[in-house]
């Protein structure tokens, strides 16, 4: 018989972890592993924990052995999927996720579940939302797994579905504040069809993040029934209750905008050597909350672009290559040092293998306007699409966005100011630097002449025209962003000017504008 670590000795590791003693506890299971060579057990527990430390690499190595000693483990493949996912390298976690992918008859209804939300991560909504489905069908009174699903069909536009599917989580966890959040989100509320009653009961009850998430929702189904003034008050509890958790300066991010203006310049864009040379990659930037959405939707409708969503790619293939030369400057300078076609092969790599079934994709990651100038070094044929919105409404639109671990100067209306006086003299020099490499959408002339803007946009993408470029909102297939709801409706100017109910209320980011010399245009 082969010696396996008994119960109370992986239980005693999950004891000191969940006492916060991580080393001793991965340690402890390097000594069963030692002990009990042939059993994958304590492997196994070692990469979760690691795992959950953030310790992806040791996690990863950890999975690798596990499968080794038990090749048919399917936890054991979810996790190393998940920690190949966490460490960027999403075409092998795609890879080894595909056999489970027509094996799902075979997996539990829990496996079922964390695959779907690594798939869901990955922009593969349509296997997450039949493995949520599959999830459900065997727990149905299970609201996380309720509650991965409602998301995923929200994707899918299948929105009635959603609400029934939160109003049940909802009904199962009545604490859950992020499906109040969501449910909110689903459609626009009526004063004959709202939440107000209850959300405004929760968020008086609530505390940290679940207050701001309700305060959150409140305020949406406020500002939808046409409550302002009590939208405005619920808006500003929910950002005022969020930014007092973070530790953060926008003068960091500002100086940081400053340093790419000043060494991101027209010779060390247009002075490097050459890039990789690919025609397929089409980049749409923006600060979120422009109509960046909305605008990958109308290219992605063309039979020759598939649109990819928001790809961490870049980024993330840079950053790992400035890493590697060992120089102690900082990434806006040491990314300069980079080679700008590997990088550009990297890229292209990194996208597969979502990617490379069509002439074209999009990459829709707003925040690559910070990476413009690299992406034109690197792919010298790639198109660069950047959204344009009026400063009150963009900034309005974000501040009242709950945006999960990302945009942190959108919760206070001076960081918003400041913030978006920055990225207006970065996508100022963009336009400078990189000339027509730079295509310009404005979010008002799209919405206020849709054909005309969208032909130009077309006929600029070097693409010949197709009348479903203008059908973007009838498309059934799924969309990740906040915009999810925004997007299956036909183009519309309902949300031009929608700033001004709050004049009185947003004095404070107008001031603030001014004094930054931004054009408010009020």
């Known amino acids: 018989m082969i010696a396996s670590a008994t119960s109370s000795e992986l239980r005693h590791v999950k004891d000191m972890v969940a006492h916060g003693q991580i080393q001793d506890g991965l340690a402890f299971c390097m000594t069963l592993a030692q002990r009990y060579p042939a059993d994958p057990e304590p492997i196994l527990l070692e990469g979760q924990v690691s795992l959950d430390a953030g310790l992806i690499d ?11 000693l038990k090749p048919e483990s399917i936890d054991a493949v979810i996790l190393l999927v998940t920690a190949l996912v966490r460490s960027g390298d999403r075409q092998q976690a795609l890879s080894i996720a595909a056999p489970l992918l027509v094996a799902i008859d075979k997996l539990t209804s829990d496996q079922l579940d964390s695959l779907g939300t690594i798939l869901a991560f990955c922009d593969e909504a349509d296997h997450a939302l039949h493995l949520f489905r599959r999830a459900v069908e065997s727990d149905d009174e299970n609201p996380h797994k309720l509650f991965n699903l409602a998301t995923v069909e929200r ?4 929105l009635k579905a959603a609400e029934e599917r939160l109003d049940k989580v909802i009904a199962l966890t009545p604490d859950d504040a992020q499906a109040y959040y969501v449910r909110a989100e689903l459609r626009r509320q009526t004063r004959e069809r709202n939440h107000v009653p209850e959300l405004e009961h929760h968020a008086a009850k609530f505390a940290g993040r679940s207050a701001t998430l309700v305060n959150f929702a409140l305020a949406k189904e406020l500002e939808d029934i046409g409550e302002y003034a009590r939208s405005f008050t619920a808006l500003r509890r929910a950002c005022d209750s969020e930014r007092s958790r973070m530790r953060y300066d926008v003068d960091d991010d500002v100086r940081t905008i400053d340093q790419l203006i000043r060494e991101h310049d027209e010779l060390s864009i247009r002075g490097a050597e050459p890039g990789y040379p690919t025609r397929e990659p089409i980049f749409v930037i923006g600060l979120p909350r422009s109509g960046t959405t909305l605008v990958e939707r109308i290219i992605g409708s063309h039979s020759r672009v598939f649109d990819a969503g928001e790809l961490n790619a870049f980024p993330a293939s840079a950053i790992r290559m400035a890493g590697k030369l060992m120089n102690k400057s900082s990434f806006v300078t040491q990314s300069l040092r980079i080679a700008p076609a590997e990088l550009g092969s990297a890229y292209i790599a990194a996208t597969r293998p979502q990617t490379g079934g069509t002439e074209r994709f999009t990459d829709k990651l707003p925040l690559n306007y910070l990476y413009a100038g690299l992406i034109a070094r690197a792919l010298p044929f790639a198109k660069i699409v950047a959204l344009d919105r009026s400063p009150l ?13 990302a945009y942190p100067f959108t919760y206070d209306l001076r960081d918003v100011a400041r913030y978006y006086a920055a990225w207006t003299r970065l996508m100022a020099h963009w336009r400078l630097v990189l000339g027509d490499r730079l295509i310009t959408v404005s979010y008002e002339h799209l919405v206020a002449e849709p054909e005309f803007t969208t032909r130009r946009l077309i006929a600029s993408l070097d693409l010949k025209w197709e009348d479903q470029c203008l059908e973007s909102h009838t498309r059934r297939d799924a969309v990740t962003t906040a915009s999810a709801t925004q997007v299956r409706r036909p183009i519309n100017t309902s949300s031009v000017n929608r700033w001004q109910v709050y004049r009185d209320e947003l004095k404070p ?14």
């Open 393 to 405: 409404d963009v900034c309005y639109a974000m501040y009242k966005t709950f945006f999960t671990g």
């Open 155 to 158: 994707m899918h536009g299948q």
């Open 58 to 68: 040791r996690a990863r190595s950890a999975f690798e052995r596990v499968l080794a």
């Open 509 to 522: 980011l107008m001031d603030e504008l001014r004094k930054l010399n931004v054009d408010c245009g009020d």
